[in-house]
């Protein structure tokens, strides 16, 4: 008889390490494993996808399965796009990638290899991370989440009661690391200009890596005699010691993070006056228990809650949940599989056979 075992596949494109997870039918991890890949970036597109479906196969062997069982894939890519599945121009991609229709390449690498149609969905790696912390945070309901993942940039995500990231018309839904920050809340600091072009103050400016050097620089202008004033450190250098410099306890450091855990909040606060989520989930390097303290953890999350809850409704500071993400790597992967599993289901024909 024919094996009933259906599995969906999430590949997560990075640019110079490929992922590969998948889930069951069920929305249920098929193994909390990752297959990881070095993707040959350097040799061109047509290569990358072709070693996204070897480690597919690689993948489904470790996992005693085999195409036949697979139903679907996603793929997670970084932005911009210019438009579904073509890559923009990226800045973590050579330039041959420009302009590249990786929906159109993959989806017939696929079908090569599966020897059948395999229904493909390309999306951003971020949102596609946020879809795999949602299914995580409200587990069987239905409400919606927000995911901010500050790193090098801010990373946002608005997942609905459909499990659906917000992509909006053009694909830029959601980029909401570039709305202004409310600066005259902020001590009335600097709009600095942000790396996007735009100069009215960017929420990514404030909250994430790409700010630091000038956060850092005002801070020592109130204590000139601190060891990152020397001349020897260059802004970044200093931008990169300062989270390790906080775990420590050191006063300017925690200073800095306190103003970017405050800066955050009030962006959860105007966020959620349009999304209005009973979930926040906190991503990124800072969450990562094995880069920061529990106190630290504990402290940001803490200043981010408290700076938002004054500016929501009744309702919401009841209900508003911040979360730690707890998927880490394996986020964009699983994301990617879950959204080909949940298209899969928004398929005329495919919902009629798994409602009965
Ligand atoms: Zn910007």
Not at 275 to 282: E, G, R, S
Request: net charge neutral; aromatic share 8%; charged share 15%.
């Amino acid at each position: 008889m024919a094996d009933a075992r259906q599995v969906y596949i999430g590949t997560d494109g990075g640019a110079t390490t490929s992922k590969v997870a998948a889930v069951w039918a069920d929305g249920s991890p098929v193994s909390t494993k990752l297959l990881q890949a070095p993707t040959p970036s350097s040799t061109g597109p047509d290569a990358v996808v072709a070693s996204w479906v070897a480690a597919i196969t690689t993948y489904l062997e470790q996992n005693g399965l085999a195409w036949q069982h697979v139903q679907g894939v996603g793929l997670s890519i970084p932005g911009p796009y210019l438009r579904y599945g073509v890559f923009g121009k990226s800045p973590n991609l050579p330039e041959t990638f420009i302009g590249f229709d990786v929906y159109t390449a993959y989806a017939n690498a696929l079908a090569g290899r599966a020897a059948r149609t395999v229904p493909l969905v390309v999306g951003n790696d971020g949102n596609f991370g946020g879809v795999a912390e949602a299914q995580r945070v409200r587990g069987a309901g239905r409400a919606s989440v927000l995911m901010l993942a500050p790193g090098s940039g801010l990373g946002c995500a608005y997942v609905g009661p459909d499990g659906l990231p917000l992509e909006g018309d053009t694909l830029n839904g959601m980029e909401a690391a570039h709305l202004p920050a409310p600066l005259h809340l902020l001590g009335g600091i600097d709009p600095y200009p942000c790396g996007c072009g735009r100069t009215w103050g960017c929420v990514e400016m404030y909250t994430t890596l790409a700010g630091l050097p000038h956060l850092i620089a005002r801070a020592l202008q109130s204590r000139p005699d601190h060891e990152l004033a020397k001349p020897s450190y260059a802004p970044r250098q200093r931008a990169l010691a300062l989270r390790g410099l906080a775990q420590k306890g050191d006063p300017l450091a925690i200073e800095v993070f306190d103003f970017q855990a405050r800066a955050l909040g009030l962006h959860v606060a105007s966020l959620m006056m349009a999304l209005d989520t009973d979930f926040v989930v906190i991503a990124g390097g800072l969450m990562d228990p094995e880069a920061t303290t529990d106190a630290f953890r504990a402290r940001y999350l803490t200043t981010i809650r408290e700076t938002a809850l004054p500016y929501l409704w009744p309702t919401q500071q009841q209900r508003l949940r911040i979360v730690p993400a707890s998927l880490g790597d394996l986020s964009q992967a699983i994301g990617a599989a879950l959204v080909a599993l949940y298209q899969s289901m928004a398929r005329p024909g495919v919902s009629d056979r798994t409602a009965s």
